[in-house]
């Protein structure tokens, strides 16, 4: 069983910069929207599909991400990052926007259901995160992005995470949140985090994440951020 992690936040509040001590030897990029990183990352190339090298793939396509989920460890990756995960959804949405049938709420929730199920059945060593954007409800509960209440009602996104992590900034610091504060959907196995807010390093979570559920491979940290 994989080690999927939710990581949640608005633009701009870490999210990506997150990736900074990540070692992209060991990693595959999923990038539904294409962008450059905000760090320095000449390790993180194209990923070349015919010699099956490299570290960044552009794509939004439910189907290519499960591909790349299913085949990680067979090029000697353990750890898949999708960003801006949101997109996977929004993006399929505006492609169909045409389309009158309410069944595409459907599929398209199945489609993210899809990607989510391929990271729990992934093999214990690959841990896969998904960085996705944040939206209030009416009731000023801090949730996933989604694309609205006809997908919702068929999914609920945190509910098939153990870890849901937040981004949090505050003195032009930024953290992540570990703990529920009653208004979100921010969640971690008990004893997991030692405290309710940790520095926004991807790379120390996964060393967590490896350590508490006692996986073999856990991530090499960086000396130096990139």
Not at 132 to 139: D, F, K, R, S
Request: contains cysteine; negative net charge.
């Amino acid at each position: 069983m994989g080690a999927a992690t939710l990581i949640l936040g608005d633009s701009g509040t870490g999210k990506s910069t997150s990736l900074r001590n990540i070692d992209p030897t060991q990693a595959i990029l999923i990038r539904p929207v294409s962008k450059p990183l905000p760090f320095k990352s000449n390790g993180w190339v194209k990923w070349d599909t015919e010699n099956k090298t490299g570290t960044v793939v552009s794509t939004d396509k439910s189907s290519s991400i499960v591909k790349v989920i299913e085949g990680a460890m067979n090029y000697g990756k353990r750890i898949v990052i999708i960003d801006d995960s949101q997109y996977v959804m929004s993006n399929e949405f505006m492609r169909r926007s045409e389309e009158k049938s309410f069944d595409k709420f459907t599929e398209i929730g199945r489609h993210a259901w899809d990607i989510i199920k391929a990271a729990q059945d992934a093999p214990d060593e690959l841990r896969v995160y998904f960085l996705a954007h944040t939206e209030e409800t009416q009731m000023g509960r801090v949730k996933m992005k989604t694309i609205g209440r006809m997908l919702d009602e068929k999914i609920t996104v945190e509910g098939m995470f153990t870890v849901v992590l937040r981004t949090l900034t505050r003195d032009e610091q930024f953290f992540f949140t570990t703990k529920n504060n009653g208004a979100d959907t921010v969640k971690s196995p008990m004893g997991m985090f030692e405290t309710n807010e940790i520095d926004n390093d991807l790379a120390i979570v996964d060393k967590t994440i490896c350590e508490y559920w006692g996986l073999s491979n856990v991530h090499n940290i960086k000396e130096s951020a990139a």
